[in-house]
């Protein structure tokens, strides 16, 4: 069974940065054709990709967001960190690290997510 | 960008009665391998999303019969037959051909009339 667990603080203020955690359990982040992505959810809104990193740690980024992402992983801890630079209130959401399964190219399982609150 | 468009946004279903959901997007997303890089998820109240549907008709783990995906290009459809109440939550198809730029669908709220 193959279970994710975001971690991270829940508030932060403008202009700070946001590092958050992801800590992977029942699959290896760097076994082949696995990979590990963020998504993030604003209350009552939809759900937006932002980032993705893979077994052999090549990395894509939302292309409006790019500038502002980066995605990491530590493979002695089965674990990937996603920083977000200048943190605004518009960013303020659910944020889900979810296994990326690159046969079925698609997310197959999620964690339970993280409310991210951006307020001074 | 790939833009993904559902409709309709909200749908009140009868139990026992089948349902409809449909995802178009604005490029084509059939890959040279032959697969259509399309997949439907639920996302439950309060509960995270899950996978129903991958490469736009195979059916995820454990996800009962009822739910079919089909489609191919820019036209796709997640149909829900014999609906059950535990089916209530938000649909959200997503692409994953164009890379960079994942895209959801807007998301289509299921209720039980």
């Known amino acids: 069974q193959i279970t994710l667990k975001e971690s991270g603080p829940t508030l932060v203020k403008p202009t700070q940065t946001l590092t958050l955690t992801c800590t992977v359990s029942g699959s290896s982040v760097s076994n082949s054709g696995v990979g590990v992505g963020w998504i993030r959810q604003p209350p009552g809104k939809a759900l937006e990709w932002l980032a993705l990193i893979y077994w052999d740690d090549d990395k894509r980024y939302n292309p409006s967001l790019k500038r502002r992402l980066t995605i990491t992983k530590d493979t002695s801890k089965n674990q990937v960190v996603l920083r977000m630079t200048n943190m605004d209130p518009v960013d303020t959401a659910t944020y889900y690290c979810a296994h990326w399964w690159t046969f079925g190219e698609s997310f197959d399982y999620w964690g339970q997510g993280t409310l991210v609150t951006v307020s001074s | ?113």
Request: proline residues 6%; glycine residues 10%.
């Open chain 2, 1 to 113: 960008d790939i833009v993904m468009t559902q409709s309709p946004l909200s749908l009140p279903v009868t139990p026992g009665e089948s349902a409809s959901i449909s995802c178009r997007s604005s490029q084509s997303l059939l890959h040279s391998n032959g697969y259509n890089y399309l997949g439907w998820y639920l996302q439950k109240p309060g509960q995270s999303p899950h996978l129903l549907i991958f490469l736009a008709s195979k059916r995820a783990s454990g996800v009962p019969d009822r739910f079919s995906g089909s489609g191919s290009g820019t036209d796709f459809t997640l149909k829900i037959s014999r609906v059950e109440a535990e089916d209530v939550g938000v649909y959200y198809c997503m692409q994953t051909l164009q890379t960079p730029g994942y895209t959801f669908g807007q998301g289509t709220k299921l209720e039980i009339k």
